[in-house]
């Protein structure tokens, strides 16, 4: 297994799981084996040490030198625009779905299902007419 | 004694004394020595002009009849008001000492502040299990006045225990709808026809077993609902929700869903 994502300087990670859940951090240094420098000045994340554990790295990268002060930090994302690029992501999207599911209302999971069956329904239609079509061919 | 001459003078109260500036009450036992007044308890007591007591008539505790049949002739005195014929060995049972304890009709209703009239509830137990259901009001008794409506999912106006509900975030504005005021616990109440004086053979056989569906309340069925169907079809989708019903399947966690 090839690895592709590394903890190197300027790696952008998100965080797991602690007060800080849900957000970006750039790794700004690596103090020892166990935690790193970490700095989020365009998320709202101060800049401390925080452990690998709760880190999950992400694929991008901005160009920071180590120790970087947090005003370079932010410039280095916000040149990069690493917000715009995480709410592209499907990573993202897949955690603001989810989101959206645990807060739907007994309404709403009614209007997802009836949805969810229109459009399975036209899907199979689709799918019919095209064996069919198949079929008769065959004969 | 220049206060009792007053007291006199001034009969009736103090209506003639109110253009006269009101007398602050005070005692009316002057004081000889500090602890020691000039008039006794019982003369304190005593009204200083005597009122004239009133004979009341009293109602005749005995009357006279005359005897007939058997004994024919001579008369009986007899007793108006009898002694009674039996004393229970405690004139009043005892009770322990008991605080804020009252009956049903006076208890607190609470309802939950999840539950608002038109909110859509779901229905737990009884034979509309899983239905979702429009709150209309609160009974007097705390139960849960609710609607289908009839039309949607054959949920008649029906009463709901509040515990049994479950609450949803879907709430329709029921502010334009009139409830008519015959509906209250009375009115769903069910009716008990046993009569005991029935014949020992047909104890287990109660007329009324069967629910009676009566013209009034198709009537109030149809009052109610008049009202609460377009408001229901304004909303998109809602028709279809309140005629389905509710379900787990697998992986969904009562715990974990937003109602």
Known sequence: ?139 | MAEGDKKKEGDKKKEGDQKKKARKHGSRNPVLVRGIGRYSRSAMYAPVTKVEKKIKERAPAKVVKTVGGDKNGGTRVVKLRKLPRYYPTEDVPRKLRSHGIKPFSQHRRKLRKSISPGTVLILLTGRHRGKRVVFLKQLGTGLLLVTGPLALNRVPLRRAHQKFCIATTTKVDISSVKIPKTLTDTYFKKKKLRRPKHQEGEIFDTEKEKYQLTEQRKADQKAVDSQLLPLIKKVPQLKGYLRSTFCLSNGVYPHKLVF
């Open chain 1, 1 to 139: 297994m090839v690895f592709k994502r590394f903890v190197e300087i300027g790696r952008v990670a998100f965080v797991a799981f602690g007060p800080y859940e849900g957000k970006l951090v750039a790794i700004v240094d690596v103090i020892d084996q166990n935690r790193a420098l970490v700095d989020g000045p365009c998320t709202g994340v101060k800049r401390q040490a925080l452990p690998f554990k709760c880190l999950q790295l992400t694929d991008y990268v901005i160009k920071v030198p180590h120790s970087a002060r947090q005003k370079y930090v932010r410039r280095a994302w916000e040149k990069a625009e690493i917000n715009k690029k995480w709410e592209e992501s499907s990573w993202a999207k897949k955690i603001e779905a989810r989101k959206k599911r645990a807060t739907m209302s007994d309404f709403d999971r009614y209007k997802v299902m009836t949805a969810k069956k229109m459009r399975n329904k036209i899907i199979k239609h689709e799918l019919t007419v095209l064996v069919q079509r198949r079929l008769r061919l065959e004969l």
